[in-house]
């Protein structure tokens, strides 16, 4: 397997170069779609230049090149170790038998998944949203490699590096605090704590891992007070990502209505955006109890949809995952109805801009158009993948001839 | 959502998708044709308005009355012009100076890639002479341009004297709140690139100009006039611009409206307005100017030196001046007073002229047809390739989930056919890229070797790398996979028509005359297409057959009908034109059709050729 890998990395590696020494790099690092105010690279290298540490450690194109290469890797592994576990639990099912008569075909193999972690380095280094946020300079591939990290460390068991790499993601972007409660089950589940109240090992393990979580979080920003002297980065970094100051336009739901609306109903209407990528936690952790792993490519995709300067690097990494639920494919059922939307979305993003801020014709309402219906195509995906899981774990338990159920849960929780 | 959610509903639907694909296909692309041509019956039309109140309720009054003199500068103009042999710049300098402008050059030269046989050029050099009449009532931060092309031999005369004559009318008014700039450009498109190029500090397509040394505010608007006689019989507006831009409709109202206070005949695509809409006559009047307008859209290129100010987001268009045999005339005093109260009223603009529609089909100077009208009609063709698509799509889905097997087995199948499906991608596009790139470049090669003038070469390069597309991309096809499957031509049609869909899509949204046209002669082959269909009938609708048809319908609708041999010399001129226009003025529509309509049709092509 690492004969592949290898020519995979090398494979990706090489696009990057190329089209890091082509003249595409500077038009890809302008794109709206592709860079943030966040996470642009104009920004990171103005930010340094004021802090005056003269160079910075991580220009120049390898540094972008690396971080991608370890999201990959990271990915793998996660997804070699994740296969490992649902195969044996699948044994266990099976020898004492859980499993309904009538479900073998829905059985995995390890054949079948023997190629599933190429694939999902595969998806995420081939994947041309990554590729664009890689060559613009995005600094969104490091946050990718911090969580891709974080879920590596977490499927291995590792609850203090899993607490401290949680904690430098939240300290980078504040959404992936609600990865917390996907790693805190799966540790659990790990060792066989069950998910009870009025059970103290359970509150032992949970304040534990909070401890270790906030604590490395308190750790992280008191070494940035050190460093600056001031609490100025608190407003400016985590202000900035909770009130949506900047409109710029992006592939997110945010700008276009900040924009239109007035004044005195802002900090209303950024708590009703804001609380939709928290909000979800609740009732899909009481929904996926038993699946955390599914739980956090959730949780991912819906940070990558409803956060508030999305770009298509956030949308590359949940994509990542993809292959991993392969075997999900049979039980989707808009899937052609997805991949023409987004196909579609992705090619009309750079036309409708063109016409908005170049030629004049058309305005702002038509790119938003656009985002909507980018957003619609995300959220569709992300909800046919949840009832697909739902709907298999139901055929595991219940047989797969019943009786067809429809997929009131999945429409109901996702709206 | 409950469509998308309940498992029973949809089913039935795409049951009834799937079972009447054929026939609502073809019902859709009917529709969208009867669409399109209901789109120049009158009552489905709008009338235009002025949507800009800054230019709507304001009175202008003009009082140009120096027509005589401009005929006399004409005369003066072009006995300079001919002592000169080119333009005369020294006399237009003092000519504007004197007339109180503060008065710049720009001297600019271009090799261009290949001679240009239609003007007989290929190093260009030029001069671009401009005066800007300074605003006494505002701060400089706006400006508008009248520009007239300085041209070979007895054209245009009339243009650049009654430019100068309005600007020593203009001198002495005291209104002026914009700068208005005076530009006399030489070799037209080129020189008003150059200048264009110049004023904004941009160079996108390797001009070698001077800069400017004299600017004026941000240009909010542009005029161009052309006029090659003492006294006109009407007067035509051109609005297609590059890439198929129009300016704002407003500039068009505008234009109608002073010629209706004047009593100037005022005709668009050189056709007349009619008043009967109820006759069949007047319908296919009316039908045959918006083919003629959709025909010059879709070409992608400036019909007038107007069009390259559009890609600056200037509001523009060209008034050509046009004496046939009418009885009615209309003389130079009454132009200008019909340029006066245009630059007038653009003069009182508050803001860049954005209320009324960018994207319209005029079937006559009085009636538009705006995007949410004519959208529908492609919508419908584009629907086709979608339901196609979906129709494939249940197909190729069918047996997998029948097999009762498991996943290994389905696995199988799909894992060729990806590998099979993206050989034909990719040999389709290296040959688009070649196409694009080798007509140009080799033409110093075939030049050696054969005994064509270089013009000839690329032309003739870019039909033989066209027509060895056609034999090469499913022989090699053929010999990387053996045996193709059914399976196999079905992903690559899927793949394809999603392709296709995709790439009309964003044409017509940016040209829609341009993506409409490929859909109406695409649509219909690449919906049906299977390795049983005839070669003939796919070459007949491919891509470089519609330019030729199209060059064809626009001869017949223009009144001047051509043999197939000089439809067939003109075809050549288009193509070689084509490609001139992206090297110059960075035109999108050779390298579109080249790089991907080209391609996407050679995946279908590759179908033919499966078994």
């Known amino acids: 397997m690492a004969a592949p890998l290898t020519l995979l990395l090398i494979v990706a590696v090489t696009i990057r170069a190329v089209l890091f020494r082509s003249s595409l790099a500077e038009l890809i690092s302008a794109r709206v779609e592709v860079v943030s105010p966040l996470n642009a690279w104009k920004r990171v290298v103005e930010g340094l230049a004021l802090l005056d540490l003269g160079v910075s450690p991580y220009s120049g194109d390898v540094f972008h090149e690396v971080t991608d290469g370890i999201t990959a890797l990271a990915l793998y592994l996660s997804i070699q170790t994740y296969n490992k576990d649902v195969f044996r639990k699948q044994k266990y099912a099976l020898e004492s038998d859980r499993y309904s008569a009538d479900c073998l075909e829905l059985l995995r193999s390890p054949k079948e998944m023997f190629y599933i972690p190429l694939k999902v380095a595969m998806f995420y280094l081939l994947n041309p949203f990554t590729i664009l946020s890689c060559v613009a300079k995005s600094t969104c591939g490091l946050n990718n490699a911090i969580i891709a990290l974080f879920i590596f460390c977490t499927l291995k068991g590792s609850a203090l590096l899993s607490g401290i790499l949680l904690a430098l993601a939240t300290y980078q972007s504040i959404y992936p605090l609600t990865l917390f409660a996907p790693a805190l089950l799966f540790f659990l589940q790990r060792l066989y704590i069950p998910v009870n109240l009025r059970r103290s090992s359970f509150w032992f393990f949970t304040l534990q891992y909070a401890f270790m979580y906030v604590g490395s979080l308190v750790v992280i920003t008191g070494l940035s007070f050190f460093l600056l002297g001031s609490w100025d980065f608190i407003p400016s970094v985590y202000g900035f990502i909770f009130s949506v100051p900047d409109l710029t336009p992006n592939i997110g739901l945010f700008w276009y209505f900040f924009a239109e609306m007035f004044e005195h109903f802002r900090l209303f209407f950024s708590c009703v955006f804001q609380i939709n990528v928290f909000f979800y936690t609740i009732p899909l952790s009481i929904k996926l109890k038993e699946h955390p792993v599914f739980l956090i490519f959730m949780q991912i995709a819906i940070i990558s949809i409803f956060k508030s300067y999305p770009t298509v690097g956030d949308v590359a990494l949940y994509m990542a995952f993809l292959p991993a639920w392969s075997h999900l494919y049979r039980f989707l059922r808009n899937i052609f109805l997805v991949s023409c939307v987004l196909l579609a979305c992705s090619a009309l993003f750079p036309v409708l801009w063109h016409l908005w801020i170049y030629a004049g014709s058309a305005n702002s309402n038509f790119y938003y158009a656009i985002t909507l219906l980018f957003n619609f195509g995300q959220i569709l995906l992300v909800a046919d993948y949840f009832y697909a899981y739902l709907r298999r774990e139901h055929h595991l338990t219940h047989g797969l001839y019943l009786k067809k159920k429809d997929g009131t849960e999945a429409t109901l929780v996702l709206k | ?611």
């Open chain 2, 1 to 611: 959502m409950g469509l998308l959610s309940d498992p029973n509903r949809r089913k039935a639907l795409t049951g009834l998708l799937t079972r009447l694909n054929t026939p609502i296909c073809i019902v859709c692309y009917l529709a969208g044709i009867v669409w399109f041509m209901g789109l120049a019956f009158e009552p489905f039309t709008l009338r235009t308005y002025m949507s800009e109140n800054a230019m709507g309720s304001t009175m202008v009054e003009e009082r140009f009355s120096s027509g005589e003199r401009a005929l006399s500068l004409a005369k003066e103009f072009d006995a300079h012009k001919r002592k000169a042999g080119g333009m005369p710049v020294e006399w237009l300098v003092k000519a504007m100076q004197s007339r109180g402008l503060e008065v710049f050059t720009q001297s600019f030269s271009r090799k261009l890639p290949f001679p240009d046989e239609n003007k007989e050029r290929y190093m260009v050099r030029g001069t671009n002479v401009y005066g800007i009449l300074r605003a006494p009532r505002a701060p400089r931060t706006e400006a508008l341009v009248i520009t007239a092309p300085c041209s070979p031999g007895n054209t245009n005369n009339q243009a650049v004297a009654l430019l100068l004559a309005l600007a020593q009318y203009f001198r002495n008014q005291i209104y002026w709140a914009k700068d208005i700039i005076f530009l006399v450009n030489e070799h037209d498109l080129i020189g008003t690139q150059a200048w264009l190029e110049g004023y904004h500090h941009t160079n996108i397509t390797e001009y070698i100009s001077g800069s400017l040394r004299g600017r004026a505010g941000s240009i909010q608007a542009a005029l161009s006039l052309e006029l090659s006689s003492d006294v006109i019989t009407s007067l035509d507006l051109v609005l297609e611009g590059l890439n198929g831009q129009l300016p704002n409709l407003d500039l068009a109202n505008l234009f109608y409206a002073f010629c209706q206070k004047l009593g100037v005949l005022c005709t668009i695509q050189g056709k007349l307005q009619r008043n009967d809409w109820d006759t069949a006559e007047g319908y296919t009047h009316a039908a045959q100017t918006m083919m003629l307008m959709v025909l010059k859209q879709a070409c992608g290129r400036s019909w007038g030196d107007h069009g390259l100010f559009l890609r600056y987001h200037i509001e523009a268009a060209s008034v050509r001046g046009i004496n046939s045999f009418r009885h009615y005339k209309t003389d130079a005093t009454t132009i200008g007073r019909l340029l006066e109260g245009m630059v007038r009223k653009l003069n009182n603009l508050l803001e860049r002229l954005h209320q009324s529609y960018f994207f319209y089909l005029l079937p006559s100077l009085s009636r538009f047809v705006s995007i949410g009208y004519y959208m529908p009609a492609f919508g419908l063709l584009a629907v086709i390739l979608l339901l196609r698509a979906l129709d494939l799509w249940v197909h190729l889905g069918a047996p997998a989930l029948a097999a009762v097997d498991g996943v290994t087995e389905a696995e199988q199948p799909s894992s060729p056919g990806v590998l099979t499906v993206l050989t034909p991608v990719v040999i389709s596009h290296l040959t688009g890229v070649a196409l694009y790139l080798l007509p140009v470049h080799l033409q110093e090669m075939a030049v050696e070797h054969f005994p064509v003038s270089e013009t000839e070469a690329v032309v003739l390069t870019a039909i033989a790398i066209y027509t060895a597309g056609l034999a090469l991309p499913h022989n090699t096809q053929r010999l990387l996979s053996g045996e193709g499957t059914e399976q196999g031509w079905k992903v690559l049609k899927l793949t394809a028509l999603l392709y296709l869909a995709v790439l009309l899509g964003c044409t017509a949204l940016i040209n829609f005359s341009l993506g409409f046209i490929l859909a109406v002669t695409l649509v219909p082959i690449t919906a049906s297409i299977t390795p049983a269909l005839y070669a003939v009938v796919m070459v007949l609708l491919s891509p470089a057959f519609t330019i030729l048809y199209c060059v064809f319908i626009y001869q017949e609708l223009i009144e001047a009908p051509v043999s197939v041999s000089e439809g067939w010399m003109l075809f050549l001129s288009v193509i070689s034109q084509g490609i001139l226009d992206h090297a110059l003025y960075g035109s999108l529509v050779y390298p579109l059709l080249a790089l991907f309509i080209y391609p996407c049709w050679l995946m279908f092509w590759n179908i033919l050729f499966w078994n």
